[in-house]
């Protein structure tokens, strides 16, 4: 019940293109899922995080969405671009601090030029 | 520049020795993290430091070993007890709280000869 399941594996997408994640969970409790980015050979940064009381998040080209009653959420980003090529990891969690955030397994993103 | 410095970037080991990698922020951040970035696992916890002079394990510390002496340290010893210790180490604090964003090093890549 603690996982977060994260697909696909990788993606690649033409230069322009939407790129779409997706993460499903189990637990009810959580509360908090944000996104984190991280390119080859560096730790991963916070992209983007939402809260259930929204279904959508928007931060220029990336888009949180997320769904309830499905327990899912995505990461769309528009427009993709070279230098959005990286893994990105979706995590969730509930109550307490950061130790309670589960991570996904991680899709590693290609933009082809 | 306030950060997270993680030292050395890459390490070798020969089985049977321990090995400690280095953590430092300069952030002032009470909550410190080290985490095992293992292809297509995403991100583990190994132990956590909430404030000075106390640490948790996390899911994976079987094999490791840290201290918290110094707000601005948290180092991570890998013992010889850990089976498979070939990954990359990634050290991150946030400043607490559930949506505390994790800010995270560059990491550190061991591998057992």
């Known amino acids: 019940q603690q996982q977060v399941k994260q697909s696909p594996q990788s993606l690649i997408v033409q230069k322009g293109g939407i790129s779409i994640i997706n993460c499903a969970y189990e637990n009810t409790a959580f509360d908090y899922f944000p996104w984190y980015q991280q390119f080859p050979g560096k730790g991963p940064a916070l992209l983007i995080a939402i809260r259930p009381d929204v279904s959508e998040k928007k931060e220029g080209r990336f888009t949180i969405s997320f769904n309830k009653s499905a327990k899912q959420f995505s990461l769309h980003i528009m427009d993709s671009q070279p230098g959005d090529s990286a893994t990105y990891f979706c995590a969730a969690s509930g109550q307490g601090g950061s130790e309670k955030l589960v991570f996904g397994k991680g899709t590693k993103l290609t933009v082809n030029p | 520049d306030g950060g997270i410095t993680q030292s050395p970037k890459y390490l070798f080991r020969k089985e049977g020795q321990n090995v400690t990698l280095s953590c430092e922020q300069n952030l002032n951040h009470d909550a410190m993290y080290w985490y095992r970035q293992d292809p297509g696992q995403g991100l583990r916890l190994i132990y956590y430091?909430?404030?000075?002079?106390?640490?948790q394990k996390g899911d994976i510390a079987e094999g490791y070993s840290v201290s918290r002496e110094k707000k601005e340290s948290f180092p991570l010893t890998v013992t010889s007890a850990q089976k498979n210790p070939t990954a990359f180490y990634l050290c991150a604090s946030s400043d607490g709280g559930q949506t505390g964003e994790l800010f995270f090093g560059e990491g550190s890549r061991l591998t057992v000869l």
């Open positions: 430091s909430q404030i000075v002079n106390d640490f």
